[in-house]
């Protein structure tokens, strides 16, 4: 049984509590909900791998309540504290050379020499790390290749029974993943966009480099972030992208005025607002996956996005979700 617990002290404490035991804790973040484990326990980080069904090789980003703290744990530069003055507490996660002395569990990082690192801005995420008195792992709160959660609810519906208890910590505001940066090479790589814009990251650090091209997911593929496979985000139905009409057996993920003729439609904006759409765009997944298939619809057609701002993130996720599975 998985307990929902909630934003009270008290529930928190318990929380905390849960985690310094070993045990794994779901709790919102202001982008999509974690998975979180007491970072420095070993066993407990292995035991995020088994819940989620997540490949050993694919490392997770360690959450901190303050960039002090980060970097007693891994090494700075003044392009880092450029990017955490003005990025954190935010959706911007920070790939950075481990210190010698790091006590992260070392299969947090799967090994590497590297570590991934993000001070989150939402008040439960805050206040959980704070009662823990350390940082806490925490990939999405999902299994393995499936759409990330922004509810309590969608976190039981993958996870009920595999985790020891979810803090429902209201809706997700931004509703998609931080932006990974590498910053361990020669240049700022980005690895995933998200939450923070690649324009907004530029305006303060200069040129990024961007390994990944949405739409073309496969062919820039980079070992450089193991985890970024391409199949991932995907709901169960197929999805397809960049859609101009619906087929008679396609529900519609309609961003702006919808495409005529779908049965079922997701409105992720109806003002074509990036910020709106990316904020609905895992709900709209999980919504559209548990309707359509009880309507007898075996996929789903997704509307253009505009690739600037969030809309980078947004057409980013759906390629993963239209890529083959395999
Ligand atoms: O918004 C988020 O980032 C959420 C919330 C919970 O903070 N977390 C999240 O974690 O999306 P996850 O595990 O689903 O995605 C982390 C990504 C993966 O693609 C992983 O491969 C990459 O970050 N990553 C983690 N550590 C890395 C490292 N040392 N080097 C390169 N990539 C890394
Ligand atoms: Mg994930």
Known sequence: MTETLNRTDRDIARAAAMLAEGKLVAFGTETVYGLGADAQNNKAVAAIFEAKGRPHFNPLI???????DVFGHVEDSPMARRL???????????????RITCPV?????????????????HPVAQRLILALGRPIAAPSANRSGGVSPTSAAHVLAGLEGRIAAVIDSGPCRVGLESTVLDLTGPQPFLLRPGGVNLEALEASIGPVQRGITPGKAEQSRTLRSPGMLVSHYAPSLPLRMNAT??????ALLAFGPPLPGAK????????????????RL?????????????????????????E??????IADRLSRAAAPRG
């Open 84 to 98: 955490t003055d003005t990025f954190w507490p935010g959706p911007l996660t920070l790939v950075l050379k481990r």
């Open 245 to 250: 009409h619906v087929a008679a057996d396609e």
């Open 308 to 313: 600037y701002g969030l809309g980078l993130a």
């Open 264 to 279: 079922l439609v997701f409105q992720l904006s109806e003002a074509a607002n990036l910020n709106e759409a990316a904020a």
């Open 62 to 68: 360690c959450h901190y309540a303050n960039e002090e």
């Open 282 to 306: 895992f709900e709209g997944l999980h919504w559209l996956d548990a309707q359509a298939a009880a309507r007898g619809l075996r996929q789903i057609a997704a509307m253009a996005v505009p």
């Open 105 to 121: 569990a070392l299969l947090a990082g799967a090994g590497l020499e590297t570590l991934a690192v993000r001070v989150p801005s």
